[in-house]
């Protein structure tokens, strides 16, 4: 299934506002750092295989750069178990 760009747009919004990172007990919400386009598109290219599983591939895809760049996480190691449930329930009307 392919996003309208309307859509993309509004899953891009609700990931920046409803998504973070959190490291020891600073929650920072992927829309302030930048990841919120990188997840929704990342999303939207995995939609035809489920919420669940997009949810999950797309969080692994995007990589973080830590520390200057020189090194680099999944997203997907820096969110909380719950975030997985949210990206799941951000993607479900799209899957």
Known sequence: MSLTAQDLEDLTRAIADRLYVQVASWHLYLGDAGLADTLACECAAR???????CARQALEAVQVPIG????????ARLVPPGQLRDLEDLLQPYA
């Open 68 to 75: 200057g760049g020189g090194t680099r996480l999944p997203l």
């Open 47 to 53: 939609l035809d295989q489920g919420a669940s599983v």
